[in-house]
């Protein structure tokens, strides 16, 4: 009788841990797919200037509040979980900048220059371990 508690216990125990697994792994993918909705959605979308700075300030405010650390240069690291770095490709000079480059120059300025101007999200990334978005690219397509 004995023997048949003690099995049927590990038996609970082992059901027991199994759902925790699960029910924590659904839970922490219903989180990224939430939180990448509100990136998701500018892929292949052609959107103003002022939009854009609005996804620049989302994630920044993003890798502030994970706590993303920052290289010697401001630009924030890729932590391989929940970072986001967004770059964005101008006509005007065939450069690249980081979102950091321009948020620190001042959105202001962006928006003053660029508020008319249509980008187009044309590559997303996604970190492997939390399928979290990781990158995001913007090409400017009018000027």
Do not use: W
């Not at 059901?15 to 993918?29: E, P, Q, R, T, W």
């Not at 890798?63 to 101008?90: A, F, L, R």
């Amino acid at each position: 009788m004995k023997r048949l508690a003690i099995i049927f216990l590990i038996i609970i125990i082992v059901i027991v841990g199994i759902s925790y697994l699960y029910l924590n792994f659904k839970a922490n993918y219903n989180i990224a797919q939430r939180e990448n909705k509100q990136f998701e959605s500018y892929k292949g979308q052609e959107i103003y200037g002022a939009e854009l700075t609005t996804i620049i300030n989302k994630a920044v405010d993003n890798n502030e509040n994970n706590n993303v650390p920052k290289d010697d240069k401001g630009k924030y690291i890729n932590n391989n979980t929940n970072s986001i770095q967004i770059q964005i490709k101008m006509l005007d000079n065939e450069k690249i900048y980081a979102m950091e480059t321009l948020y620190h120059g001042g959105m202001d300025k962006f928006v003053q220059y660029y508020n008319e101007i249509k980008f187009k999200c044309t590559n997303i990334e996604y970190h492997t371990v939390t399928n979290k978005v990781k990158y995001m690219l913007f090409e400017q397509i009018t000027q």
